[in-house]
């Protein structure tokens, strides 16, 4: 079981370029949460996605942010029109089933900067 | 509004010794679990320890264990006989049972470990 997996590790994108993180989930989970980590900050939540529908978006900015979690296939965050205040570390986590007791496993996130 | 807080951004203990991480939080629910991460320069998020609110008992993993004060909404960690493999920052989190799906973490410790 590889386990949460991210990529890129590492992304680097120009002002106004678009940002295309993904995501795959454990096997056997078809729950996956979205966080932001600002640099020397905890992680916030962004969203909550189960196979192919949004449950939680509250976290996530309204304009230039988006995610999907198609039924085949990773999960998708994906920022337009970045700028300079978009650079943080995004982490992925999955669970199999809504709720705490499941358990979260986090990925090892994807480091955006924005120059 | 549902915060936690981490008082120390900082802490160090000498190889072997004992240190405790202290977190408190603020919730109006009653049902909740808390949850202690690591997060190495790795970015690994890993969980270190859980507690469920109705619990009484402390929870313990090792050389891990909690101080839950349910009442003073307080929640530490302890490191025993300390480790340089400990070195890394700790978050504190919780997860509210019924309502939103998702954790709420406090800004870390950064732990060093001195030999």
């Known amino acids: 079981n590889a386990g949460v997996m991210q990529n890129p590790r590492h992304l680097v994108r120009r002002r106004g370029q678009e940002a295309r993180l993904r995501c795959s989930p454990m096997?056997?989970?078809?729950?996956v949460y979205w966080y932001r980590q600002l640099p020397e900050e905890g992680l916030k939540f962004m969203v909550y996605?189960?196979?192919?529908?949004?449950?939680?978006e509250s976290g996530m900015p309204k304009e230039r942010f988006s995610a999907e979690f198609p039924k085949e296939g990773p999960s998708i965050l994906r920022i337009q029109q970045v700028v300079r205040g978009d650079s943080a570390a995004y982490f992925c986590?999955?669970?199999?089933?809504?709720?705490?007791?499941?358990?979260?496993?986090f990925g090892s996130g994807t480091r955006l900067t924005v120059v | 509004a549902q915060t936690v807080t981490q008082s120390q951004p900082e802490m160090s203990v000498q190889e072997a010794e004992t240190v405790t991480l202290s977190c408190t939080y603020d919730?109006?629910?009653?049902?909740?679990?808390l949850f202690w991460y690591k997060q190495p320069p790795s970015r690994q998020m890993i969980l270190v320890i859980r507690?469920?609110?109705?619990?009484?008992q402390n929870a313990t993993e090792n050389r891990f264990s909690v101080n839950f004060q349910k009442a003073a909404k307080s929640f530490s960690l302890k490191i025993s006989d300390s480790q340089l493999g400990d070195a890394a920052m700790y978050f504190c989190?919780?997860?509210?049972?019924?309502?939103?799906?998702?954790?709420?973490f406090g800004q870390g410790t950064r732990l060093t470990i001195n030999p």
């Open positions: 919730t109006s629910e009653s049902d909740y679990y």
């Open positions: 507690q469920e609110a109705y619990k009484q």
């Open positions: 989190a919780y997860y509210i049972i019924q309502g939103a799906q998702k954790l709420v």
């Open positions: 986590a999955s669970s199999s089933g809504q709720g705490a007791n499941y358990g979260y496993t």
């Open positions: 996605l189960q196979k192919e529908n949004i449950i939680d």
């Open positions: 096997k056997g989970h078809s729950h």
